[in-house]
């Protein structure tokens, strides 16, 4: 699966935390205007992968936010809510929208690599379990 080059991930990852284009140059000891550009092309590849990641999974797309770096698609064939979000470092990694969320043992990897991500993005508080962030998470993409 595609995943942001390191510096452009980086840039994406700080102002999808709410750090404004200014901040995040400064912190990076950038300009503004190559923040904006990274912004904008790692914003521009997102969108393109989850739309292909619709297109691959028979499905529907309901909402895609590039800013924040998710997209909740409807599978055709199944009727499920796919939730879809770019995990930093690891790319785009998807949960079905069925009990249980995180089933067995071969999900638990997966399920935690989501919920560290929608941690680390700002999208939801730490919480005591990767599924209850996980519910949290499919609330915000839902809201």
């Given at each position: 699966?595609?995943?942001?080059?390191?510096?452009?991930?980086?840039?994406?990852?700080?102002t999808?935390?709410?750090?404004?284009?200014?901040?995040?140059a400064?912190?990076l000891?950038?300009t503004?205007?190559a923040?904006?550009?990274?912004v904008?092309?790692?914003?521009?590849?997102?969108?393109h992968?989850?739309?292909?990641?619709?297109?691959?999974?028979?499905?529907?797309?309901?909402r895609l936010?590039?800013?924040?770096?998710?997209?909740?698609?409807?599978?055709?064939?199944?009727?499920?809510?796919?939730?879809?979000?770019?995990?930093?470092?690891?790319?785009?990694?998807?949960?079905?929208?069925?009990?249980?969320?995180?089933?067995?043992?071969?999900?638990?990897?997966?399920?935690?690599?989501?919920?560290?991500?929608?941690?680390?993005?700002?999208?939801?508080?730490?919480?005591s379990?990767?599924?209850?962030?996980?519910?949290?998470?499919?609330?915000?993409?839902?809201?």
């Amino acid at each position: 699966m595609p995943r942001l080059p390191d510096r452009m991930e980086e840039v994406w990852t700080l102002t999808a935390r709410g750090l404004s284009e200014a901040e995040a140059a400064r912190k990076l000891g950038t300009t503004r205007q190559a923040v904006n550009k990274m912004v904008k092309e790692a914003r521009a590849r997102l969108a393109h992968w989850f739309v292909e990641k619709a297109e691959f999974l028979n499905s529907d797309l309901i909402r895609l936010d590039s800013v924040r770096g998710f997209a909740v698609l409807r599978s055709r064939q199944l009727g499920l809510r796919v939730y879809v979000i770019y995990v930093p470092k690891k790319g785009l990694r998807a949960i079905f929208g069925m009990e249980p969320l995180c089933p067995g043992k071969d999900s638990e990897r997966h399920c935690r690599e989501i919920a560290r991500a929608a941690v680390e993005l700002g999208l939801v508080d730490e919480s005591s379990s990767d599924e209850e962030v996980i519910r949290q998470l499919i609330g915000l993409m839902e809201s």
